[in-house]
């Protein structure tokens, strides 16, 4: 299997070896500033000034859990913890504009690994246009490592819930279906070479950040990120909707056959339909959908009897999808 890059966490200088300021020292410089923060890190607190609603929301990752070392490089999981901050944010209707980050980590991990993890995250909010306001940096058990970033972004109009769907809206997507899962069964098969884009995409999640607020401002009703399947997110909007969301099997074949020639098509399809972390939005809109963004059903109002969920092709199906606490996927 090709080895991830990046140094493992336990190679190099331990941060045993160094007091907090000097592992500071070096992080600092790779997590680009927000030039519009008053106070950004290095003080007790950030400060910042708004001139419009605030969305606010915190994601954490864990080694063992949430990702392992010889799968993604410290880099990977600092994109995999901004993006599916981010992406919560763009879910809203808000546009992302700055991140608070906090590492909880064996003073046996590596200075290497944080520097690479801080990279990660740097580059990541680069590509956002975010800067890092601050963070804390702590000490934890031995084995345990652990990242979380706390995400700020500016709402311009209303946020867009979930649970504003309504009978007679379409339901769409933005962004890929089941890459990141379809990356997962590959690298736990140790055949990455199958499909690199999936297994790229599994290490460093990928979402389509503007499209949230452009959808807002054209009227989505409902909106969410796909973290734990498509069927079980699409179910969480239907449930808050008190709605039906009837998926088209027809609309996502494509994505199917992208992926079946590297998973078979069975292990393709549950992938489409179950897959978690692909950072995706999807939404519901009454009219016009912007660009981008593709129809995959319709939601319908709940018969008499019939519980709010999802159905594929007009039939109830097996929702899936990963559930944190039963750790079931
Ligand atoms: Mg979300």
Known sequence: MPQRPGASLHAGVALRELDEEEV????????????????????????????????????????????????????????????????????????????????????????????????????????????????DLSSAPPGVVMVSVTALGALPGDPVLRSGARPGDVVAIHGSLGLAAAGLRLLEAGTPERHAKAVARQRRPHSPLAAGPQAAAAGASAMLDISDGLLRDGRRIARASGTVLDLDPG????????????????????????????????????????????????VRAAATGQAPGVLLGGRPCEVGGWDHFRQSR
């Open 251 to 298: 609309r996502l074949q494509s994505d199917v056959d992208a992926l079946a020639p590297a998973l078979g098509r069975a292990a393709a399809q549950a992938c489409v339909l179950r897959g978690g972390e692909e950072h995706s939005l999807l939404a519901t809109f009454p009219g016009r959908m912007p660009p981008g963004w593709r129809a995959i059903g319709v």
């Open 24 to 135: 500071l020292a070096q992080v600092l410089p790779l997590l680009p500033a927000d030039p519009d923060a008053v106070v950004g890190p290095g003080d007790d607190a950030a400060v910042v000034i708004t001139g419009t609603r605030i969305v606010t929301t915190t994601d954490t990752v864990v080694l063992g859990r949430d990702w392992r070392d010889d799968w993604s490089s410290g880099a990977d999981v600092g994109h995999k913890v901004v993006t599916q901050n981010l992406a919560d944010v763009a879910a809203m209707g808000g546009r992302p504009t700055g991140v608070l980050l906090t590492l909880v980590a064996d003073p046996a991990v590596g200075l290497d690994w944080v520097l690479d993890h801080a990279g990660g995250v740097g580059e990541a909010c680069r590509a956002a246009g975010v800067g890092v306001l601050g963070g």
